[in-house]
């Protein structure tokens, strides 16, 4: 996929290609977000690689899934799950960080080649996210997360300044 240039050579925004899911994995999709709307990083990965798909492309997909049926927020949801459940049975509580990914430490120069492209385009497409991913070693979808906190620690120092 080619990004559409304009005039002066500043890249267009693009976006990845819609992800088409075939019925089997669609099913798979619903059983497991119906077991549990908010799954950890391991039963993401187990899909993912049932499916043949991206994990962070299952990951949109629960998110998607929870925007469109408004499910209740997480610690409600549990509250709901542990009233739900019989007294005698003991409560099986989920560990918050249970099947969570471990927190991605960047290295020095992984750091100043990041920063040095957030300071060229705080916003990123898919092409150029995927060409520092492989540049630097990381996942596209930790380049990602990366920009975007990078972009809201911005705007949190910016409101932080004294008119």
Not at 77 to 106: F, N
Request: aromatic residues 6%.
């Amino acid at each position: 996929m080619a990004c559409l240039m304009e005039p002066h050579s500043v890249a267009v925004h693009c976006r990845r290609s819609r992800t088409k899911f075939t019925e089997d994995q669609l099913k798979v999709l619903i059983q497991a977000f119906d077991q549990n709307p908010y799954p950890g990083y391991a039963i993401k990965q187990k899909l993912a690689l049932e499916m043949n798909i991206e994990e962070s492309r299952i990951q949109i997909w629960f998110q998607n899934r929870r925007a469109r049926h408004q499910v209740q927020k997480r610690p409600e949801h549990e509250e709901d799950l542990e009233a739900s459940q019989d007294k005698d049975q003991p409560v099986e509580k989920t560990q918050s960080k249970e099947g969570r990914r471990c927190r991605t430490s960047y290295t020095s120069s992984q750091l100043h080649t990041l920063n040095t492209a957030f300071a060229n385009n705080p916003y990123p497409g898919i092409e150029s996210r995927e060409q520092l991913a492989k540049d630097i070693g990381v996942p596209e979808s930790r380049v990602q997360i990366w920009f975007q906190n990078r972009r809201s620690r911005v705007q949190v120092q910016v409101k932080k300044e004294p008119d």
